[in-house]
Each structure stands twice: as C-alpha cells, then as structure tokens.
C-alpha cells in the first residue's frame, strides 16, 4: 500500500485565493482526519469522518475552512479565500474503523504559504 | 477532557548516550497513550502505543515507554541514542476516536 496521499506537497498562493487540498487514506481505512500543524500552535484537529460522514467540525477555524470527503477513497480541504495566517502544514490522517487503541497513518503533508 | 504534558520542549544527547522523554497525562480513567515520530519535512510516524495488555511498551527502532498510573506518566526512552533519533517526537492521547497531541520535544542527537 502506498500510504496516505496527500496532494499538493507544496502550495503558495495569494491572499483571497482559493486553496483545495486533497487526501486519499489507506484502502480500507474508513476513519479520516485532517490536521493542521503550525509553530504557535503545534498540531490540531480540524475534522474528522468516519464511514464517509463528518463527525467532529469544532476544529474547523472559521467558515472559509470547508471539507468533504464525497467517497471512502478521496477528500478535500478547501479554504476560501485563504489569508496569510492560514500558512501551516496540513496533514491528512487515516485509521481502521474508529477505536481508541487504532494508530492513525499519515500522510507527508502539504505546506501552505499564503502570501 | 484529556491531555497530556510534555515536560521538555528540547532534549540534547549524545550519540550512544541514553534517551528520557517526558510524558504526563490527565485522564479520568483509563488512557489510550501513544508515543509518534516526526522527523524533519516528513509525516507522523508511530512509534509505540499503550493499549493497557502491558504497562512497559516496547516500539520500534529500540524506543520503549512505561505506563505509571500512580505518576500519571508514560515516559519514553531508549538505551543508546543514534544520529537518525533527531526528530520530533509527540506524546498522544486518544479520546472519543480523536488523537490529542502534546506540544512536542525535540530531539537533538550530538555526535
């Protein structure tokens, strides 16, 4: 297996843009998660699915932040627009149907700079 | 809520010389504990996990870590650093299906 996927490794762009990350977990993993890790405030939750569904948003910084995950094989991370303090390295994480003892497998990342 | 507490944000060694990083949780019962591995420009990779079968866990690359509940810690260590250690290293907590990180230690590894 390939591991987790993640795509782009690396993304800059402008203030006001939009940005889109993408994610494919492990076949047959069925929980998915994305992070986000800067300097100031190590590493946090976003969101996470499990089964294709959102379970848990209230890592979600704001509304410009948006995901999905519209199969078991693919999800999005959209920030729209994205601003300068939006500038962190986004991991995507994927685990066997969720339990407290199931590791997480994650992906390389995609760095982030906002201009 | 849980948490955990890493006591050192910068641990240096030198190479051959044994390594201590600390851990101390919060939890209300039980916890499921991990140690992860974050070398430079690179994901997460796991190193060793608590599961409550055993309370001195063993992991990969010679790591091991031990649960004390009487010290609400879950130290990690191993006997004889190697340059390739230098990393970043998590201490992790699950709860409800959610991994919550520690801030961090680095691991600096001196020749």
Same mark, same amino acid.
């Given at each position: %297996?390939? !591991? ?15 940005? *889109? +990350? ?34 848990? %948003?209230? !890592? ?15 999800? *999005? +991370? ?38 | ?111």
């Amino acid at each position: %297996d390939a !591991g987790v996927i993640q795509s782009p490794r690396h993304e800059v762009t402008e203030m006001g843009q939009e940005v *889109t +990350l993408r994610c494919k977990p492990i076949s047959g993993h069925n929980s998915l998660f994305w992070y986000r890790q800067t300097m100031m405030r190590g590493l946090e939750l976003l969101i996470y699915f499990n089964n294709n569904v959102p379970i848990d %948003d209230s !890592g979600m910084p704001e509304d410009r932040f948006s995901a999905k995950m519209p199969n078991a094989s693919f999800s *999005t +991370l959209k920030i729209q627009p994205s601003e300068p303090r939006d500038s962190a390295v986004y991991f995507c994480a994927s685990s066997q149907p969720s339990g407290s003892y199931n590791e997480q497998f994650f992906g390389p990342g995609t760095r982030l700079t906002v201009l | 809520a849980q948490s955990v507490t890493q006591l050192d944000s910068h641990v240096s060694v030198s190479e051959g010389t044994p390594v201590l990083l600390r851990c101390n949780y919060s939890s209300s019962y039980s916890p499921s504990l991990f140690w992860y591995v974050q070398h430079p420009n690179k994901g997460l990779q796991l190193l060793l996990k608590y599961t409550s079968a055993a309370t001195l866990v063993k992991g990969i690359n010679g790591f091991e870590a031990e649960f004390k509940k009487s010290e609400t810690s879950f130290h990690l260590t191993k006997p004889s650093a190697h340059m390739s250690d230098a990393a970043e290293y998590f201490c992790v907590v699950s709860e409800a299906g959610k991994l919550i990180f520690g801030q961090g230690t680095t691991l600096q590894v001196k020749p």
